[in-house]
């Protein structure tokens, strides 16, 4: 356990001298505490009254050398105390970014080993640089796909989204997307299970449907007979009065 030296502890009145000339009487103050650094090294704390740092402390660290009379400063800080307001943890970007975020000019560069993707065909345990070359000499297109973990991934969240079948909309629909004509079946092997509206009335429109979803606007929705309006009434031919047009 490291000693304080009674000298260092006593040195009150030394770190505030140095603090109020560093930093401004106005910002310094009661004294807080004194705590051991090292063997020799004290830090004082003083409150900090510097406007919008609330909670804050100013350290001052004082250290005298063995056989020495007097301490040295070595070093003032401002540091969070107990209640400061302090900034959250720092997220990256990437790790923070939702769907919607990217605007016009925004990159979201995937990583090499994204399990989400896959080489478009394996050659060997890495993927270089001549690889990728020979990918498109060959006219594949893709250098990269889909991955299983990543069809499941995309899978799960379309199914679960509002697209799926588990929406209000597709509670009450007439019928199922599976049988409308406005669906546009997908290719690959997410073709079993969705499709695109291609309906410019439906809600999800131009947006990848499950074929269990549904909605009002399916193309062989019928109206039923209390939602039809109302029929025209029988013309009358009135033969006892005579009209306007009869006098011609």
């Known amino acids: 356990m490291t000693t304080v030296d009674p000298v260092d502890a006593e040195a009150v009145a030394v770190a505030r001298a140095v603090l ?6 106005a910002v310094v103050g ?7 650094e090292d063997q020799g090294v004290v ?7 510097e406007s919008g740092y609330p909670g ?6 004082v250290a005298r050398a063995p056989g020495a009379a007097s301490v040295t400063v070595d070093e003032i800080v401002m540091l969070p105390g107990e209640s400061a307001i302090i900034a959250p943890a720092w ?13 016009p000019g925004d ?11 896959v080489p ?47 929406s209000p909309i597709a509670q009450s629909a007439p019928g199922r997307c599976a049988g409308c004509g406005f ?7 997410l073709s079993d299970t969705f499709g695109v509206c291609a309906n410019e009335f439906a809600n999800d429109d131009a947006r990848v449907v499950s074929f269990n979803h549904g909605c009002g606007a399916h193309s062989e929705a019928q109206l039923r007979k209390k939602q039809l309006p109302p029929p025209l009434p029988d013309h009358v031919f009135d033969s006892l009065s005579v009209d306007d047009y009869e006098e011609f």
């Not at 109020?20 to 009487?25: F, K, L, M, T, Y």
């Not at 804050?56 to 660290?61: K, L, Y």
């Not at 990159?107 to 993707?117: A, C, M, S, V």
């Open 56 to 61: 804050w402390e100013w350290a001052v660290t």
């Open 107 to 117: 990159l979201l560069p995937t990583d090499e080993d994204d399990p989400r993707l």
């Open 120 to 166: 478009t065909y394996f050659v060997g345990d890495d993927f270089e640089g001549w690889e990728r070359a020979i990918v498109e000499d060959i006219g594949l297109g893709r250098s990269r796909v889909l991955s299983i973990e990543g069809r499941e991934a995309a899978a799960q969240r379309w199914y679960a989204s509002e697209q799926g079948p588990d």
């Open 183 to 189: 669906l546009v079946r997908l290719a690959g092997p």
């Open 30 to 36: 009661e004294h807080l505490a004194a705590s051991p």
């Open 91 to 103: 997220v990256p970007w990437r790790d923070r970014i939702q769907p919607g975020d990217l605007s």
């Open 43 to 49: 830090t004082h704390n003083f409150a900090c009254s």
């Open 20 to 25: 109020v000339e560093q930093v401004g009487a």
